[in-house]
T-cell receptor, first 113, second 115 residues
């Protein structure tokens, strides 16, 4: 079945540091890939997505590239801010399988001033 | 515009009581999902509604859990004879048509505490 594996957190960075959160996946079909962000006390919000190989999703300075050859969708940001502190979830939705998305376990990011 | 709305935002109840959680999806969204999120954990899928099709109940953890949806609008998740392990945040999400390239839109959740 489908699965998503994220690096374990928490990831702790200083403001303006470079961020990478790794995400790899296993899917039976041709998935769409997503990153969601969850701020304390809130639901998840879509951060970015990519629907086919080599697509790059980007939003608010975050980027992720759909790499089919390595089955990865790593999240990056060049310079993090304190306000980026949140939990980040990688997810896939497999066109060839169920329309129920598969989520990773989430990675907590803590950014210090 | 209006997003996904969940109520109540917080619910505290005694063990053994029944609870009902409500979700109002974004208008026009045919797909609706319920998830459970225990403290510090990821999302656990519970149930999926798509239009007028039979719901996918494969994630419901026991027969104490049930959910209904009226057409393509409001959904309620009911937990009967609550147990302490039911304490969690219950998240509802909707998407425009449930296809793989459409993102989910989440509500802020209902935080359920069982005493």
């Amino acid at each position: 079945g489908d699965s998503v594996t994220q690096m374990e957190g928490p990831v702790t960075l200083s403001e303006e540091a470079f961020l990478t959160i790794n995400c790899t996946y296993t899917a039976t079909g041709y998935p769409s890939l997503f990153w969601y962000v969850q701020y304390p006390g809130e639901g998840l919000q879509l951060l970015l997505k990519a629907t086919k190989a080599d697509d790059k999703g980007s939003n608010k300075g975050f980027e992720a590239t759909y790499r089919k050859e390595t089955t990865s969708f790593h999240l990056e940001k060049g310079s993090v801010q304190v306000s980026d502190s949140a939990v980040y979830f990688c997810a896939l939705s497999d066109q060839g399988g169920s329309y129920i998305p598969t989520f990773g376990r989430g990675t907590s990011l803590i950014v210090h001033p | 515009g209006a997003g996904v709305s969940q109520s109540p935002s917080n619910k505290v109840t005694e063990k053994g009581k029944d609870v009902e959680l409500r979700c109002d999806p974004i208008s026009g969204h045919t797909a609706l999902y319920w998830y459970r999120q225990r403290l510090g954990q990821g999302l656990e899928f519970l149930i999926y509604f798509q239009g007028n099709s039979a719901p996918d109940k494969s994630g419901l953890p026991s027969d104490r859990f049930s959910a209904e949806r009226t057409g393509e609008s409001v959904s309620t998740l009911t937990i009967q004879r609550t147990q302490q392990e039911d304490s969690a945040v219950y998240l509802c999400a909707s998407s425009s048509d449930g296809t793989s390239n459409q993102p989910q839109h989440f509500g802020d959740g209902t935080r359920l505490s069982i005493l």
